[in-house]
């Protein structure tokens, strides 16, 4: 089993930056990438960014060039630099692992940007 817990969230304004951080416990040599979800009211989850072991890097075209992920292996920590943030961005938002294992949710952290 793998458990993630999420910190870092919470209210700014447009323009404004936050940083995402989730710690990973448990069976994490089983983990090949961890990433990030977010969730609006009344919208489906999205993925948001992901990051594998290998350092590669995936992110949503609406926060390209504004989000950044990143990992430090020595924590088993994952985290989301968010730059420019949007009204639009805000919702809850998940920490994702994936490996042998299957995959593990984190509890969710709310970010609220205010325009």
């Known amino acids: 089993q793998v458990q993630l817990v999420e910190s870092g969230g919470g209210l700014v304004q447009a323009g404004g930056s936050l940083r995402l951080s989730c710690a990973a416990s448990?069976?994490?040599?089983?983990?090949?990438?961890m990433g990030w979800y977010r969730q609006a009211p009344g919208k489906q989850r999205e993925l948001v960014a992901s990051i594998r072991n290998t350092g590669s890097t995936i992110y949503a075209d609406s926060v390209k060039g504004r989000f950044t992920i990143s990992r430090d292996n020595a924590k088993n920590t994952v985290y989301l630099q968010m730059d420019s943030l949007k009204p639009e961005d805000t919702a809850a938002y998940y920490c994702?692992?994936?490996?042998?294992?299957?995959?593990?949710w984190g509890q969710g952290t709310q970010v609220t940007v205010s325009s």
């Open positions: 994702r692992s994936w490996g042998v294992a299957g995959g593990y």
């Open positions: 448990g069976s994490i040599f089983r983990i090949n990438a």
